[in-house]
């Protein structure tokens, strides 16, 4: 996984799977890694395959972390699979979901 | 390009996963060939994929006294108009509900059931002192 710092934004790429084996590692590894001067997080989905309860239980938490900084959770480009879960569970109207530029 | 298509006679995986959520999405990778080998519609692989995934991710998580010696049985069944997973536990076995709702929002558990419910037809528990089984069963789509 990546890590890239954009202005005010903490971007995370290359994240290939987010679940019950990675979730709470994957959430505490981006929250050490937000520096003060940051408030958003975006997580870039395009190369995630495989999401669970427990992956979108990180995304939840990460969305707090920004929220208590007054940014914004974002995730970029998710696939038609990562997609449905996020409609399914209606997590899509929690977070802000935007397509990645072609 | 490859027909599969759908079997006359039930065809039928058994695999047996250690108790290690490490485990789950390999296991869920090879019911997903196998689904797919038997020519079910790639919407039915994913439901089931997920599925299987909430609750094998159940069954290594709530797993009790003893992790290391308790696999989980995983069984899927690919019928003419039926996909069935069975997915045997060693949990002190849940109380299922007969609806799954989703958690408030900002909660960070609680959706695996939902999930499970979501995207199957209908879902069994049935609760026995030498594991305790559920069973996830789908009509299939016909392409």
């Known amino acids: 996984m990546k890590l ?11 994240v290939k799977q987010l679940g019950a084996v990675n979730a709470t590692e994957f959430r505490d590894w981006v929250r050490r890694s937000l520096a003060d001067d940051l408030r958003n997080i975006e997580i870039d989905l395009s190369q995630t ?3 669970d309860s427990c992956g979108l239980g990180a995304l939840v938490a990460l969305h707090k972390t920004a929220c208590n900084r007054a940014g914004k959770l974002r995730l970029l480009g998710p696939q038609p699979a990562v997609q449905q879960i996020l ?5 899509d109207h929690i977070f802000e979901v935007l397509a990645l530029p072609a | 390009m490859t027909q599969f298509r759908t079997p006359a006679q039930p065809a039928r ?3 047996r996963m250690a108790c290690d959520v490490s485990a789950v999405s ?9 689904l797919k080998q038997t020519g079910c519609a790639e919407k039915d692989v994913n439901d089931c994929e997920l599925a ?19 696999e989980v049985g995983i069984e899927a069944v690919s019928g003419p108009e039926q996909i069935e997973v069975r997915v045997t536990d060693h949990t002190p076995g849940l109380s299922w509900p007969e609806r799954a709702t ?3 929002a900002t909660s960070e558990r609680g959706r695996g059931l939902f999930i499970i419910k979501a995207v199957m037809d209908s879902t069994h528990y049935h609760k026995a002192p030498e594991g305790n089984t559920l069973v996830l069963q789908k009509r299939r789509s016909h392409q």
């Open chain 1, 4 to 14: 890239e710092k954009l202005g005010d934004t903490l971007r995370v790429s290359a």
């Open chain 2, 13 to 15: 995986l058994c695999l």
């Open chain 2, 102 to 104: 989703l958690p408030e």
């Open chain 2, 52 to 70: 299987l995934v909430e609750a094998c991710n159940n069954a290594v998580l709530y797993a009790a006294p003893d992790p290391a010696r308790c």
């Open chain 2, 26 to 34: 390999g296991i869920a990778q090879q019911v997903r060939v196998f």
């Open chain 1, 49 to 51: 395959t495989y999401l």
């Open chain 1, 87 to 91: 409609e399914l569970t209606r997590m």
